[in-house]
């Protein structure tokens, strides 16, 4: 049984920037592709970014392509999300997420297998 746990969350204004980190335990951790996903009140819980196993494939949804940067520390167990330029619309609940059954990153929610229990991320204007 894999356990993730998100930190790095807060408050911060418009333009600002945020690291957020999804620290592993319970499993070989670069095994797993490992995923951001992010969810606002009230919407549908949606793909933020993926990275593959060795961190040589990345993927982001457009509407954080060229503020957000994915990456991962297979040493210490440990996926990130750097996230500037933030605007408020970037504000939600973020989670990650790892797919131990496929090699290639993955947008769709259902093809992770475990989850952490998520970081508020507020932006204000």
């Known amino acids: 049984q894999v356990q993730l746990v998100e930190s790095g969350g807060g408050s911060v204004q418009a333009g600002g920037s945020l690291r957020l980190s999804c620290a592993a335990s319970g499993g070989i951790f670069s095994s797993y592709v490992m995923g951001w996903f992010r969810q606002a009140p009230g919407k549908a819980r949606e793909f933020v970014a993926a990275?593959?196993?060795?961190?040589?494939?990345?993927d982001y949804a457009d509407s954080v392509k060229g503020r957000f940067v994915i990456s991962r520390d297979n040493m210490k167990n440990t996926v990130y999300l750097q996230m500037n330029s933030l605007k408020s619309e970037d504000t939600a609940v973020y989670y990650c997420?790892?797919?131990?059954?496929?090699?290639?990153?993955?947008?769709?929610?259902?093809?992770?297998?475990?989850w952490g229990q998520g970081t508020q991320v507020t932006v204000s204007s």
């Open positions: 997420a790892a797919d131990w059954k496929r090699g290639r990153s993955s947008r769709l929610k259902f093809e992770y297998d475990y």
């Open positions: 990275v593959t196993r060795s961190g040589g494939g990345i």
